[in-house]
């Protein structure tokens, strides 16, 4: 149990994470998932592929709610869409089957056609942060394929709905 205990407090320290309701207080946004039968390995664990797929219905949950909070009009609309630019994941204490996880989403940055998105995933019964992610998204034409502004209304709605996100024209 010591080798145990060493290495998941290797894995909080390396994480940046010391603490279990590390700045969860920062994310407003959160959905619950439970850990199905077909996304565990035969030691009973959730794959590690299987957080990405959290994180994604996370990411769409958050946009229609935002969407939807401040009537935005120009996302998710005609030609207009997201792409993945980027996504990783840190594991910190592996889910099981039927776990109950909060993954909790924020956007901390803001870019000219792009923002990026950090993710907790905190197991609901010992309330321990086991996994923490972020992703980065740009908005594209359709026809074009081509990368185009976020529009306005956006940003706004993001500045309101998740105080202290970063702006940066580039």
């Not at 901390?108 to 992610?133: D, M, P, Q, W, Y």
Request: with cysteine; hydrophobic share 40%.
């Amino acid at each position: 149990m010591g080798i145990q205990k060493q290495f998941l407090d290797s894995r909080l320290k390396h994480s940046g994470m010391t603490k279990k309701f590390m700045y969860t207080e920062n994310f407003k946004h959160k959905i619950l998932e439970i850990v199905k039968f077909h996304e565990v390995d035969i030691m009973g664990v959730c794959n590690n592929a299987v957080y990405f797929n959290y994180f994604e219905d996370a990411r769409i949950k958050y946009l229609k709610d935002l969407k939807k909070k401040y009537h935005l009009k120009e996302i998710l609309h005609g030609d207009l869409f997201f792409i993945m630019a980027h996504n990783e994941c840190d594991y910190i204490l592996p889910a099981k089957l039927d776990d109950e996880l909060e993954i909790q989403t924020k956007v901390t940055e803001i870019r000219k056609s792009s923002f990026k998105f950090e993710h907790l995933v905190i197991n609901k019964l010992t309330t321990e942060i086991i996994a923490k992610g972020n992703g980065i998204l740009v908005q594209i034409n359709l026809i074009t394929k081509k990368s185009i502004p976020l529009p306005e209304e956006f940003c706004k709605a993001v500045k309101k709905f998740d105080k202290g996100v970063e702006i940066i024209n580039s």
